[in-house]
């Protein structure tokens, strides 16, 4: 029992700092920053994507009053710009959602006391709009998702326990990849893309091909874990794979 629960510990510890360390590092991770006006701070973040239902709204927090700015954006080579407006302890700014995939740059600019400050400086971020997904198809991506890397590592893990539970363990991570893949992503992505009630999308829009080639990997190295034939090579590829790849999920 003891050696469970240090291998399902140190499971969700490895799954835990994948997880974070793919998120800091995502080419959608937003732009953040906090720099100082006379020893206070202003905070901003400029995202890369939006899911928002109406608007995209952007929320600079500042410690001191008295700030005004824009949003400049960009769409079709058109500038336009959106006046930021006081609410609660900062500034916020909407823009109407665009079409989902379509895309604006954009940049703030804040002003104080004559001074003013771009951000980012000499540059634009790209904004893509996505669909509306709702709450409880996120959870459930999410669930899913990580159950998988984490069971992943704990099927690797279990090498150190003589491989006792190995195969109920690679079912496990088989049954949850599947339902990823099968039924999950597919849901997300046709939020995603706005096709729910608007179009049917094909089936090259619902599937991630990374989530695919993971679930594949998986089979295949599940059948080979049951027929007993290069139990400790094959858990240890597949669950590297599924480690080396879950950092390509888009």
């Known amino acids: 029992m003891k050696n469970q629960i240090i291998l399902w ?10 997880g974070y360390i793919n998120n800091v590092t995502d080419k959608v991770y937003p732009v953040t920053g ?12 400029l995202d890369k994507e ?6 995209y709204k952007n929320i600079v927090i500042s410690d001191i009053t008295g700030i005004e700015g824009k949003l400049i954006w960009f769409m079709d080579d058109e500038q336009h710009e959106t ?9 916020e700014a909407e823009i109407p959602i665009l079409k ?11 002003a104080y006391a004559g ?11 790209t904004l893509t709009f996505w669909g ?3 709450s409880p198809v996120n959870i459930l991506h999410f669930i899913f998702l990580y159950a998988g890397l984490l069971m992943s590592i704990r099927c690797l893990l279990e090498l150190f326990n003589q491989s006792i539970n190995l195969k109920k363990l690679s079912v496990i991570t088989c049954a949850l990849f599947i339902g990823l893949v099968t039924i999950i992503s597919p849901l997300k992505n046709s939020y995603k893309i706005g096709a729910i009630n608007n179009y049917i999308p094909s089936m090259i829009d619902l599937i991630e091909p990374i989530l695919v080639l993971i679930l594949s990997i998986w089979i295949f190295g599940t059948i080979l874990i049951f027929n007993n034939k290069y139990i400790h090579t094959v858990t240890i590829c597949i669950s590297f794979a599924t480690i080396v790849l879950f950092f390509f999920l888009g």
């Not at 510990?9 to 994948?18: D, G, M, V």
């Not at 001074?115 to 971020?125: A, G, L, R, S, W």
């Open 132 to 134: 509306n997904i709702p």
């Open 34 to 45: 906090t720099f100082g006006i006379e020893g206070r701070k202003v905070s901003y973040k």
């Open 9 to 18: 510990l140190c499971s969700i510890t490895i799954a835990f700092l994948i």
């Open 100 to 110: 989902p995939g379509k895309t604006i740059k954009y940049k703030l600019m804040l």
């Open 83 to 91: 006046k930021f407006v006081e609410a609660g302890r900062g500034l």
């Open 115 to 125: 001074d003013t400050f771009e951000i980012p400086e000499n540059d634009f971020v």
């Open 50 to 55: 939006t899911f928002d239902a109406h608007f």
